[in-house]
């Protein structure tokens, strides 16, 4: 999957934890050179972008925190770094977004999952609700489990998988997340349950279930090298697009 494009893409990290330091290790191998790494000791309230070194980046990959995010990403726009952001729980108004990006004439990739099977994965859950989930034979439920790190439940790549199998079924369902302490789960209901355990990576499974059959579709992943390779390769991508506000379920098929 090593990209063979000839010049190395050169990159800020904003945020420098277990993600931030995977993409840096894997940077080589994909075709990436770091020019500088923010973090809590070089970037409170944005400090890190008055830095000479961001001036040499082309694109910036950002795992943080999603209040960081709401910070750093203005500042990015402004300088005219386009931004990869893979960070989840910092859109309040996906149109403020927009209107931000396009203030800026900017270039912003945002994926809750930068695993490019995950994402191939998430048009079958799409396809499976097209199938399955608009018939009154078959009844559906998604369940993820992560490593007990994990700071949300459930997790964005779970909801996003729970929309598309709505928007795939077109079902006027509402989506509930876990399930009711007391009484019958409901019929209207689509239910989406968590689970955190030890240093599980990431297992999300679709099942469809009726009176004859038992569907499961799962993804696991194997590490969090997937996360970053995906997110490297975007970033290679992003550079190349006309400025605008994409959803990484919309362009997988490009990136991959």
């Given at each position: ?6 010049t ?10 277990t ?22 000791s070089n ?20 795992f943080s ?6 910070i750093?990403?203005?500042?990015a ?10 960070t ?15 203030k ?20 079958l ?36 998988m ?43 499974q ?18 969090r ?11 290679h ?20």
């Open positions: 999957m090593t990209d063979q494009s000839s190395p893409i050169q990159v800020a990290l904003i945020g420098y934890g993600m931030g330091r995977r993409i840096d290790v894997l940077s080589t191998d994909y075709n990436a050179d770091v020019k500088i790494r923010l973090d809590d970037n409170l309230k944005g400090e890190g972008f008055k830095l000479d070194e961001i001036k040499q980046a082309e694109v910036a990959i950002d925190l999603a209040e960081a995010v709401k750093n990403l203005p500042l726009l402004k300088q005219g770094l386009p931004v990869v952001i893979g989840t729980g910092w859109i309040d108004d996906p149109e403020d977004v927009e209107e931000l990006v396009k800026h004439n900017g270039k912003v990739l945002y994926g809750s999952n930068f695993s490019l099977g995950v994402q191939l994965f998430i048009k859950v799409r396809r499976a609700g097209e199938l399955f989930g608009d018939s009154d034979l078959f009844d559906s439920v998604l369940h993820e489990v992560h490593h007990t790190r994990k700071a949300d439940a459930p997790s964005g790549t779970a909801e996003t729970a929309r598309q199998f709505l928007d795939g079924s077109q079902s006027t369902k509402e989506i509930s997340y876990g399930v009711p302490a007391e009484g019958r789960v409901e019929s209207d209901h689509f239910y989406v349950t968590a689970q955190r355990l030890g240093s599980v990576f990431g297992e999300h679709l099942r469809i279930n009726s009176h004859f059959d038992d569907i499961e579709l799962t993804h696991r992943a194997r590490s090298d997937a996360f970053a390779a995906g997110a490297l390769k975007a970033a991508w992003l550079v190349k697009q006309d400025p605008g506000f994409y959803l990484l379920e919309d362009v997988v098929d490009q990136i991959v």
